[in-house]
């Protein structure tokens, strides 16, 4: 996890053994001017950590090979394939949302009868005064949920520890993140969100709901897991990244649609947050699966309404509807909400630098096996409990309001005023915080029209309590969200604000909690525009909207003055090569001809080539794709004299089909059209299955031929080697490329039509200074700035 950090920290250092030397200011160079000061090629690490897993880690094809085969595909296809191929795209999406929403269903079902119940026997200990006995079966409790959670994912599916939102954001970016989307990790997700949110642990199922969408959106696109696919026809559409990138997306939203009931923030936060690629069809078909999600909600809403959910009640789906209260503010009111919004900022951005602190020692002790993951999860399931149960007795009794419309004392599962250690008449208001779900704790806070219900102690200690929670709970091996806990904080000092500010505001204090967690929020994640929509799905009033979008647009440029978002972090010490969408400023004084420079001379391939010299490439070398160049070519105009002619680009998993099934030739030829057709179909090309290792190829057909030309891609995407990296960066990402290659600034006879290939890893930041040493200079002059 560290790999990044350490990386950049070598390429600084070993620019400071050469800093005594004077050289010209890296700023100040041209394109016209080399930087080829370098002490090392340009090299990359493969591997990355995956959930709570290392992997190794490939790339995306988000492009479209348009090599032979695909071409008579497109040509032959049909009005009836077509319209097959549309109906499916939506049969999918409703699919999506449909399983999204009664999977969400079933895991609220489950968390909240297990807490219920688990909080009712305890609730009896502490009415007869058995305060032990009470600490003791909430204590175990807690411990076998959480060890249930831990055991399912550090024994069966460690992909399914952690949110998974930073995998899913790298795959959509082009990075495959392996076993991240089985069968496996689905049911260890589902069942470990329910023990790890029923422990009381400090977490949310936001998002683990959002990669367990992803999940169903992908088996579903692949025909099922991938020992048990279903080899439908109609499912040969779906068979390449960029289809299950699209189906993906919209697991993504529907998965934040389940959680929050917000199926405009679910669209919106894929667009801003997970997505890189977007278009106005994906657009209506994200829409499309969160408004099924919302249908199977409601419906299930108004299913437990009725009592037939056992202790489900209120809780289970956040939703602090405000409609009713009529929110009035004034010019006083700014200086609050800028207070806020500067808080959430700052706090985000201080929560997002000691998360990083954690996680990377949190690594180091999961580095030592799976007993340490076990007893660290343990450990803070231990912690937890004790502190949910204890701190309670330290809050005075406070006496019931005859105002209140609400039901005070309370010792259901639910509700405000909870008794809890209280005579009767009175209420323990950190037990009402504290002694409940999640999800009651946040519409606890939010409540409305209770001024005097908390006390500023009562606050305070639950804000810091929250705070040390939010910091050691993730991290842990079981399904956690971020959500959640950031919301808690926030809420904490946004109605503590709301209490200091007495008289002297109109606004509810519930609705200076949810602008305190609107803006840790915003300070943490970096959303804006689909955490207001959120929050005012969540509310159910409008009016609240220009004061929340304040609030957000505050605590995000505070945020960003400081560090990256919590998710940009969590990619950079997963290792997960993620390319953002702006690239370094120094990088437009480095051409892709330069990096080209800094790294192993290609590896070409004729386009009628030896088996031998075919086995060769694949052996010796672990590239993706190879240049297919034809010798002696007569160009259709200019001199007759033989050329040089890219023909195009040939995948490696193409190469091994071809030697997996002994396409070969005896004679140097080109074959016929009929000859491709009958051996291999577009459908097949499309897997990405095989190595080198599984092919075994005789001595005698080691001299036969094999013609690339059918198969290959004959329009790569080409930059020309004068360009700079940061162009080339933005057009690499924005088209969703694996590999780019350089062609020569000048055509001459003799010269090579390709002077490299990039990948995703030569783009990457720190592996450019670690060839160019002498750039981090002026990285380090641009911070300063």
Wanted: charged share 20%; proline share 5%.
């Amino acid at each position: 996890m560290e790999a990044d950090s350490s990386q950049l920290a070598e390429a600084t250092a070993a620019y400071n053994l050469e800093a005594g030397e004077e050289e010209r200011d890296p700023e100040s160079n041209t394109l016209q001017q080399p930087l080829l000061k370098r002490n090392r090629t340009l090299s990359s690490s493969p591997l990355a950590l995956v959930g709570a897993k290392v992997s190794h880690i490939e790339s995306l094809d988000y492009e479209i090979n348009e090599n032979d085969l695909f071409k008579h595909d497109w040509r032959s296809r049909s009005k009836a394939q077509v319209l097959q191929y549309i109906f499916l795209k939506w049969t999918l999406a409703f699919l999506v949302g449909l399983l999204t929403g009664l999977i969400a269903t079933l895991i609220n079902l489950a968390v909240e009868n297990i807490a219920g119940y688990k909080l009712l026997a305890v609730v009896r200990f502490i009415k007869n005064e058995r305060y032990l006995t009470g600490l003791v079966y909430f204590t175990g409790a807690n411990f076998l949920l959480t060890l249930f959670a831990a055991v399912l994912c550090v024994c069966f599916a460690p992909t399914a520890a952690g949110p998974g939102i930073p995998e899913i954001k790298a795959y959509l970016n082009g990075v495959d993140t392996p076993n991240m989307f089985g069968a496996s990790t689905l049911i260890v997700k589902i069942f470990g969100s329910i023990g790890a949110v029923a422990a009381g642990l400090d977490l949310g199922k936001e998002g683990p709901l959002v990669h367990i969408g992803s999940c169903i959106a992908s088996l579903l696109g692949q025909g099922g897991p991938d020992n048990y696919r279903i080899k439908w026809r109609w499912l040969r559409y779906f068979n390449n990244d960029r289809d299950r990138r699209d189906i993906i997306t919209c697991g993504a939203s529907s998965g934040v649609c389940a959680a929050f009931r917000a199926p405009v923030g679910g669209v919106l936060f894929s667009l801003e947050e997970v997505a890189t690629w977007w278009r106005s069809a994906l657009l209506w078909r994200t829409f499309f699966s969160t408004a099924v999600v919302v249908v199977i909600l409601r419906g299930f809403i108004e299913i437990c309404n009725s009592g037939k959910c056992g202790l489900f009640g209120k809780g289970g789906l956040i939703m602090f509807d405000v409609g009713d209260v009529v929110v009035t503010y004034h010019v006083m009111d700014a200086i609050p909400i800028t207070i806020i919004g500067i808080l959430g900022g700052l706090l985000g951005s201080l929560y997002n630098y000691l998360l990083h602190k954690v996680l990377v020692v949190y690594n180091l002790i999961n580095q030592k096996g799976r007993i340490h993951k076990l007893l660290l999860a343990l450990s803070v399931s231990i912690f937890t409990s004790v502190c949910l149960y204890g701190l309670p007795f330290l809050a005075k009794c406070q006496p019931c309001d005859p105002s209140v419309s609400e039901i005070c004392p309370t010792t259901s599962r639910s509700g405000n005023f909870k008794q809890f250690n209280c005579p009767d008449g009175y209420y323990n208001d950190l037990a009402t915080l504290l002694f409940t779900t999640n999800d009651d704790a946040v519409r606890n806070i939010f409540s409305s029209n209770t001024p005097r219900e908390f006390q500023p102690a009562s606050l305070l200690i639950f804000f810091a309590l929250y705070c040390i929670l939010g910091l050691f709970t993730f991290g842990i091996a079981v399904p956690s969200g971020l959500f959640l806990p950031i919301i808690l904080m926030g809420s904490a000092y946004g109605r503590l604000l709301g209490i200091a500010m007495g008289s002297y505001t109109k606004i509810d204090q519930g609705l200076y909690a949810v602008l305190g967690a609107a803006s840790l929020m915003a300070g943490s994640m970096r959303m804006t525009v689909s955490l207001c929509v959120i929050f005012l799905e969540l509310t159910n009033n409008l009016l609240l909207l220009p004061i929340t979008m304040i609030v957000l647009l505050i605590a995000k440029t505070v945020g960003d003055s400081f560090n990256p978002s919590i998710y940009e972090i969590i990619l950079e010490l997963k290792g997960l090569p993620f390319l953002d969408a702006n690239p370094e400023p120094w990088m437009r004084n480095l051409t892709v001809g330069e990096l080209a420079d800094a790294k192993p001379p290609v590896v070409n391939l004729c386009g009628v080539e030896k088996v031998s010299r075919i086995v060769e490439a694949l052996k010796n070398t672990t590239h993706n794709a190879f240049p297919v160049v034809d010798d002696g070519v007569v160009p259709p105009v200019g001199l007759t004299i033989g050329a040089t002619e890219l023909h195009g680009m040939i995948l490696r998993a193409h190469l091994v089909k071809v030697l997996k099934k002994k396409w070969f030739l005896p004679e140097k030829r080109r074959t016929e059209e009929w000859e491709v057709r009958e051996k291999f179909d577009w459908v097949e090309l499309a897997e990405r299955e095989g190595t080198i290792e599984e092919v075994a190829v005789t001595r005698n057909e080691m001299e036969m031929h094999v013609d690339l030309h059918p198969l290959t891609n004959t329009t790569p995407y080409t930059v020309v080697e004068s360009m700079s990296v940061a162009k080339a960066m933005v057009l690499f990402r924005q088209v969703g490329l694996r590999h780019m290659l350089i062609v020569p600034k000048y055509q001459a006879a003799g010269n090579p039509p390709v002077v490299g290939i990039l990948t995703r890893q030569d783009l990457r930041a720190h592996n450019i200074l670690l060839a160019f040493p002498h750039l981090a200079r002026s990285k380090g002059r641009e911070k300063r700035h």
